[in-house]
């Protein structure tokens, strides 16, 4: 197969395996998105669904969470790796919310990357997610996958989002980077498959004999 052969039979097969693509971090809009995604770093997505009810009933709104100590915020979300850091940057986040975009959260990359704590993926999840802006986030998942189905060379995780974008419909992006965290998760985890073991590694590479190895995100 070409890697374009390749990528077509992904799109296929994830299409069918995963039709529904609903949003792994639980949240009411933009702004609860937002902080959930940020605390995803380092921190698993169940682990933050358990973490943010809890900190939402301090504050859900930019206004409200402005006015929360950063002391109370790292309490709320102690079991999440990073916390201290993680709390500080949603405190000052909030309020440059309030005081530069009317306590709205930005539907434009830049701006979102302009605030405290959020990069590139977290930027590009909250526009993919809460905007429907087409946007490819690239996580751990999507870094081993891309590699291991020869879509991507893996040199970072700029170079993977790029060949992506490159190798799939602009109007699939938002479901199909879902669809790829999804099946890493449940059939190519980092330990479960290494380039042999699951349906689409064997599709794409069945004569592989030897463990694929990966660079990391």
């Known amino acids: ?47 933050v669904n358990k973490v943010t009810p809890g900190l939402f009933a301090l504050a859900d709104t930019p206004h409200r969470m402005q006015e ?5 915020i790292k309490s709320a979300i102690s079991s999440c790796g990073l916390a201290p850091r993680k709390a500080k940057a949603i405190s000052a986040l909030s309020k440059i919310l309030v005081e530069r975009h009317g306590g709205e959260v930005p539907d ?5 990357e302009a605030l405290p704590g959020v990069g ?10 809460g905007f429907g802006v087409p946007a490819f986030p690239v996580d751990t998942h999507i870094h081993r996958l891309a590699q291991r189905w020869g879509l991507a060379s893996g040199k970072n995780v ?3 989002e790029k060949a992506l974008k490159g ?16 099946y890493g998760r449940e059939y190519c985890s980092a330990r479960g498959c290494d380039g ?12 592989r004999r030897s463990p694929v190895s990966t660079r990391k995100a």
């Open 68 to 72: 929360v100590s950063v002391e109370e």
């Open 196 to 207: 042999r073991q699951c349906e689409i590694c064997q599709a794409l590479f069945p004569r």
């Open 167 to 182: 190798l799939f419909p602009r109007e699939s992006w938002n479901r199909l980077h879902l669809q790829i965290i999804f």
């Open 108 to 112: 434009s990359l830049e701006a979102l």
């Open 1 to 47: 197969m070409t890697r374009a052969e390749r990528a077509e039979f992904v799109h296929r097969r994830l299409a069918e395996l995963y039709p529904e693509t609903p949003a792994p971090l639980n949240h009411k809009d933009t702004f609860t998105l937002l902080v959930a995604v940020l605390l995803s770093a380092q921190c698993t997505d169940a682990r």
């Open 158 to 160: 700029v170079d993977t």
């Open 120 to 129: 590139h993926k977290t930027a590009s999840v909250v526009i993919s997610q």
